[in-house]
Antibody, heavy 120, light 107 residues
Framework: EVQLVESGGGLVKPGGSLRLSCAAS????????MNWVRQAPGKGLEWVSS????????YYADSVKGRFTISRDNAKNSLYLQMNSLRAEDTAVYYC?????????????WGQGTLVTVSS | AIRMTQSPSSFSASTGDRVTITCRAS??????LAWYQQKPGKAPKLLIY???TLQSGVPSRFSGSGSGTDFTLTISCLQSEDFATYYC?????????FGPGTKVDIK
């Protein structure tokens, strides 16, 4: 069974940093591109970042470019999102999502999400 | 970025109804469209990809159609567990973008 479990969310002050993690199991992690998608409270879904299976290709939404860094450790079956210079508008539930095989940036499995709150 | 719109934004329906949700892309996306279902407090669930391909395990009452700029999600016979918010998403080009969602609630 595919499982994605996020952790690392919490309350942080504007300008602060946070590192999210996503532990994957139930599939060959090193064969799949992975993504972060977020959802602000009461709002819709926003793609944040993608990383290819071997970390060769990395993409970011303009809203986080230069502030967030996606990475992965295939030996540990883990995905990460380093978030710096956090703003109030980054407040959201952050989901780790697996890219559909052959499906580009569509997402077939999602974690339960971790809440990031940016507030003073 | 490609802008996705959905209509209606919300509506009420009854169990057993046939419902259709429309999604429109601001430019052609071929068939690079996915549909997701999200229930309150839960992660989104992939229903359909490539505009009309049913994800494994998704009931056959869900179907998708369309190509280019106009797409539809149809639920042939609404069940109680289908009351949720539905999002379309294009993955034709970077950045992938979602529609604003369509909330289906109980009449």
């Amino acid at each position: 069974e595919v499982q994605l479990v996020e952790s690392g969310g919490g309350l942080v002050k504007p300008g602060g940093s946070l590192r999210l993690s996503c532990a994957a199991s139930g599939f060959t992690f090193s064969s799949y591109s992975m993504n972060w998608v977020r959802q602000a409270p009461g709002k819709g879904l926003e793609w944040v970042s993608s990383i290819s299976s071997s970390s060769s290709y990395i993409y970011y939404a303009d809203s986080v470019k230069g502030r967030f860094t996606i990475s992965r450790d295939n030996a540990k079956n883990s995905l990460y999102l380093q978030m710096n210079s956090l703003r109030a508008e980054d407040t959201a539930v952050y989901y780790c999502a697996r890219a559909l095989s052959g499906g580009g940036w569509s997402f077939d499995y999602w974690g339960q999400g971790t809440l990031v709150t940016v507030s003073s | 970025a490609i802008r996705m719109t959905q209509s209606p934004s919300s509506f009420s329906a009854s169990t057993g109804d046939r419902v259709t949700i429309t999604c429109r892309a601001s430019q052609g996306i071929s068939s690079y469209l996915a549909w997701y279902q999200q229930k309150p407090g839960k992660a989104p669930k992939l229903l359909i990809y490539a505009a009309s391909t049913l994800q494994s395990g998704v009931p056959s009452r869900f179907s998708g159609s369309g190509s280019g700029t106009d797409f539809t999600l149809t639920i042939s016979c609404l069940q109680s567990e289908d009351f949720a918010t539905y999002y379309c998403q294009q993955y034709y080009s970077y950045p992938p973008t979602f529609g604003p969602g369509t909330k289906v609630d109980i009449k």
